[in-house]
Nanobody
Framework: VQLVESGGGLVQPGGSLRLSCAAS????????MSWYRQAPGKEREWVAR????????TYADSVKGRFTMSRDNAKSTVYLQMNSLKPEDTAVYYC?????????WGQGTQVTVSS
């Protein structure tokens, strides 16, 4: 299993970014996928999840209404569209999948929201 995140960067408050997570090594369409983030000095926290079958999405209260998670099964990729970004969204963002053999993480992508 391999997960590779991309799309992070420096953005001003109120701006937008779209993160991508390219997956391989498992039957992508059969598994739900999640995004997490970890800010400096804080524990890793769950951000969003998308199911496999219905594409149902759930979000942490802190990002609800601002972030949108989606998936493209043909490309084995999940996305996180982040709008109205705030300084408190600054963190390393990770995608995650739990398959039969265990849970897997990508290397993360840094998002910095600052003026």
């Amino acid at each position: 299993v391999q997960l590779v995140e991309s799309g992070g960067g420096l953005v001003q408050p109120g701006g937008s970014l779209r993160l991508s997570c390219a997956a391989s090594g498992f039957t992508f369409s059969s598994y739900g996928m999640s995004w997490y983030r970890q800010a400096p000095g804080k524990e890793r926290e769950w951000v969003a999840r998308i199911s496999s079958a219905t594409g149902r999405r759930t979000y942490a209260d802190s990002v609800k209404g601002r972030f949108t998670m989606s998936r493209d099964n043909a490309k084995s990729t999940v996305y996180l569209q982040m709008n109205s970004l705030k300084p408190e969204d600054t963190a390393v963002y990770y995608c995650n999948v739990v398959v039969v053999s265990g849970g897997y993480w990508g290397q993360g992508t840094q998002v910095t929201v600052s003026s």
